[in-house]
């Protein structure tokens, strides 16, 4: 038997577990948004910076195809991507920060399925991106996002350590996923 306020308090506890669940929403980024994600970014730790400037731009001209999340008023995500001029079927994704309060929901897979949602990505059939050998994150992001698109997932040697790094950064590996169908874009959006 319960008495007094107990449930009441139980009740309540349970209201803001649920809340502070609610997932990130997420939205083009605007101009403001710059410094948090250059914020969020250099927190990380394991990022490679961008300059400000270089977000700024991002979050004005290439806001239709980059993404950021937010949780509360707190930035927790940032995508950003662009679609060669050259290749018009391809989405690259240029970086991808997901804060540690937030790691673990799948919030990254999100961030590309909704930038590939939008008009300016309707006639994308691959996701393009680079990854170090050694980062498990975005091998593990990747493939997950190649696995719930039915779409294979390619690797070549693309920027490599001594040639294009100057022995300054382990070699990046030109992924591609693809082709896949439109119509699957959003199995990125859902939780299995």
Known sequence: MVYGNSVLHDAGALRRQAAEKQPARIRPPEATDGHAVWSLVRASG?????????????????????????????????????????????????????????????????????VLHRPVCAGVTHVDCTITHDNEASWSLFTGIARRLDAQLQQVEHFLRDAHFGGRHETEYAVSIGPFRHDRVARLSGDA
């Open 46 to 114: 394991s990022l490679d910076e961008n300059s400000l400037y270089c977000n700024l731009l991002q979050c004005s001209h290439f806001a239709g195809t980059c993404a950021i999340a937010i949780h509360g008023d707190e930035v927790v995500g940032w995508l950003s991507g662009y679609v060669p001029p050259e290749q018009p079927q391809t989405y690259f994704v240029w970086q991808v920060c997901v804060a540690e309060v937030a790691k673990g929901q799948g919030l990254a897979r999100r961030l590309v399925g909704n």
